[in-house]
């Protein structure tokens, strides 16, 4: 499997083909080649800034010697007029690597932004919000990332890093004392130290998946009374089960499932629909 910054690479080459291709013919036939500038990226909107660190590395990935001043940090709140860096170097490669470099800022302080507004809501409480794979293709490493820079936690990355046990897969292995037993043979035999989940539908559900013997319940698209009821259940047999819920959560419903005691709440909405933080990049 290739690492994250292999995956990174991947990412900003694709980026860049799609975009730049042979040559950004605006830019060649307008700029001399060696004419040098700089650029700032202004912040036109409040929020949490994410991506710095992913910026650095569009710049240095199409011309080493561009110049980045950082002056403000990812996972810093952010307002309309702050200058988050400045980048100097060849006038042609700040106007090729600028709306790529914007793409990634924007969309991963969007994301930032969003999650740090799900975790306000659950302060004083001993619970976190989680994404999920409801990613844009190729961009999940960044997306991840921007959610823990907004101060929420990652589920699984991938399909490799933990067993999710979901209603399919239960119906296909013929019930849950199977499916939980086959993934925990599948481990042993392929020398696999993967944590296992199990999503529930009700409380019967919930009493197998405790006989069973997973690592976290997840209780899906239960509402705020039938969470209170489930997390006592399980508190009650096994107190160490992590809890997570799961299924339709938004910003307004968060706290009261929070403040039920689960562990955990995964919110599809902090990656799958959020709206960039506007911000622009300027000569000057």
Do not use: W
Not at 69 to 82: E, L, Q, W, Y
Not at 121 to 136: I, P, W
Not at 177 to 182: F, M
């Amino acid at each position: 499997m290739k690492t994250t910054d292999q995956l990174i690479d991947d990412l900003l080459d694709l980026a860049f083909a799609e975009d730049v291709g042979d040559g950004d013919h605006t830019t060649l036939s307008t700029i001399p080649a060696e004419e040098m500038g700089r650029q700032r990226l202004i912040i036109k909107e409040e929020g949490i800034l994410a991506g710095v660190s992913i910026a650095a590395k569009v710049f240095a990935r199409f011309d080493p010697e561009l110049k980045m001043t950082v002056n403000i940090s990812d996972g810093a709140h952010v307002r309309p007029g702050d200058v988050a860096f400045v980048v100097e170097g060849k006038v042609r490669s700040l106007l090729q690597t600028e709306r790529v470099m914007l793409n990634i800022m924007q969309r991963m302080s969007g994301i930032a932004t969003t999650t740090a507004k799900y975790q306000a809501c659950l302060d004083g409480l001993a619970c976190k919000v989680l994404d999920t794979r409801k990613t844009t293709p190729g961009m999940r490493m960044l997306e991840k990332m921007a959610v823990k820079i907004g101060g929420g936690e990652n589920h699984r990355i991938g399909l490799v890093d933990m067993i999710l046990i979901k209603d399919n897969h239960v119906d296909f292995a013929g019930g849950i004392p199977q499916a939980v037993s086959a993934a925990k043979s599948y481990c042993k035999q392929n020398d696999k130290n993967l944590k296992i989940e199990l999503e529930v539908r009700n409380e019967d559900e919930i009493r197998q998946a405790l006989e069973a013997g997973v690592d976290r319940i997840m209780l899906d698209n239960f509402t705020p009374e039938r969470t209170r009821s489930a997390v006592k259940l399980i508190r009650s047999v096994n107190p160490d089960v992590e809890i997570e819920s799961s299924g339709g959560i938004t910003l307004d419903t968060l706290r009261s499932y929070g403040e039920c005691g689960v562990d955990f709440i995964s919110v599809g909405a902090l990656t799958h629909s959020v709206k960039g933080l506007d911000m622009s990049f300027k000569a000057f």
